[in-house]
Nanobody, 124 residues
Framework: QVQLVESGGGLVQAGGSLRLACAASGGTISYYTMGWFRQAPGKEREFVAVTAYSSTGTDYADSVKGRFTISRDNTENTVYLQMNRLKAEDTAVYYC?????????????????WGQGAQVTVAS
């Protein structure tokens, strides 16, 4: 089991940028497929982005493709989500999730470990 802690959330104006970080402990993320999910008030959790443990691939939700970039720094044991051109509809709690030696997937139920979440609020 790996412990995950998100940081970098906050309030930003529409069109602005934020970078979320997910610091892992108790495990080496090079063995984990790492995903970002989000949940807006009154809505179900949804997939945002994923990076494979083998670092061979990434995947993005259509709603963020071209604006968000997921990356990993295995030496720092940290995964990042760079969010550009933010929109009001990006407002949500963002969660980092880990799946050991698993293929990238958009299904949150396939991830065993989750962080506590980081609030991102985009003011229009």
């Amino acid at each position: 089991q790996v412990q995950l802690v998100e940081s970098g959330g906050g309030l930003v104006q529409a069109g602005g940028s934020l970078r979320l970080a997910c610091a892992a402990s108790g495990g080496t993320i090079s063995y984990y497929t790492m995903g970002w999910f989000r949940q807006a008030p009154g809505k179900e959790r949804e997939f945002v982005a994923v990076t494979a443990y083998s670092s061979t691939g990434t995947d993005y939700a259509d709603s963020v493709k071209g604006r968000f970039t997921i990356s990993r720094d295995n030496t720092e044991n940290t995964v990042y989500l760079q969010m550009n051109r933010l929109k009001a509809e990006d407002t949500a709690v963002y969660y980092c999730a880990a799946r050991k030696l698993g293929e990238p997937t958009r299904f949150g139920t396939r991830y065993a470990d989750w962080g506590q979440g980081a609030q991102v609020t985009v003011a229009s």
